[in-house]
């Protein structure tokens, strides 16, 4: 189980990680990530439409979405909110997991990178 420290549970931050966070997908799973500077731990909230399927479908890949992300966490910076979003019906969603919290590792990453390099332009 994820832990609630870990819990995305604000709506006003699943809008600000979807409209304002970095996308990106695998074949059954989208994932946006954004950088929280007054964060301490990871954040990671889920998205899980009627297109899934029914009440008990949409609860059983929540379930397994959960605890494959309390593997994964490690792999994310520890200032980042973190929205999953499941694209299609699946039985297994353990290797996209690992995959789509890499990419969004990768991501942040880089968007670390090209946000010291334009502050060290601006302080010239």
Request: aromatic letters at 4%.
């Amino acid at each position: 189980m994820l832990a609630s420290d870990n819990r995305l549970t604000s709506s006003a931050d699943f809008k600000k990680t979807t409209q304002l966070g970095a996308r990106v997908s695998t074949k059954t799973l989208a994932g946006y990530a954004l950088i929280e500077p007054t964060l301490a731990a990871p954040k990671i909230g889920f998205i899980v439409s009627r297109a899934i399927g029914g009440s008990v479908a949409r609860h059983r890949v929540t379930r397994q979405l959960r605890h494959l992300s309390r593997e994964n966490i490690k792999l994310l910076p520890n200032n980042s909110f973190v929205v999953v979003r499941a694209l299609h019906n699946s039985q297994d969603y353990s290797s996209d997991t690992k995959t789509l919290f890499e990419k969004l590792s990768h991501r942040l990453a880089d968007q670390k990178t090209s946000q010291s390099k334009l502050s060290e332009v601006g302080a010239r």
